[in-house]
């Protein structure tokens, strides 16, 4: 297995504290950086990571109007990341104007449109967004759509991840969060499975974050991980 499909994120507050896990763990090729890390240290830690040559997936989850959107997606387009996410909720409109910024600068960059957050459940996703269809559905609902509007993968539950692989195609890039080893605790992920289990049904990558960087000993606990896949 492709170490470089084990993403790893920086969910620590300060660019001190990225570099010291980065540094840390030197195996790790494949960085998330989320909210709270880029509001902190702005491009910083963008630059710093891509001096040690390291991969990155910029996780901001855009979410607005489509000309906003379509602008801070052109202005992501300068810090040369591999992935960047938007939420299929924008809507078409958005997803596409994303798109088309991406084409026509001839980046390689790739965008991924978030299903579900993975932290939502199945009667959340009823009685607190009074989404009518279930989960797995709107899941789909929501990940061909983006693939219709030319959007390049999307972030899901593993537990999704092999429905979506049959209808959106194998080119379909999936990442999957919610991915906890057999000896980690699930934490406030709600729909969870472990990394193995998560490659079988079709996950390209996974986010793995807190049993690593959390652990009494994140290099050790790299490796576990690396063994139990």
Known sequence: MNKDKIIVPLDVPSLEDAIALVKKLPEVSFWKVGLELFVSTGSDILKYLKDENKKIFLDLKFHDIPNTVKSATKSALKYDVDLLTLHATAGREALTAAKEVVKESASPMKLLAISVLTSINSRQLALDLKIPLELPEYALNNALMARECGIDGAVCSPQEARKLKEVCGDDFILVCPGVRPEWAVTGDQQR?????????????YLVIGR????????????????AEI
């Open 211 to 226: 049993p690593i960087t959390q652990a009494e000993n994140p290099v050790l606990a790299w490796e576990k991980v690396i």
């Open 192 to 204: 969870v499975m472990t990394p193995k289990q998560a490659f079988a049904e079709g996950a390209d």
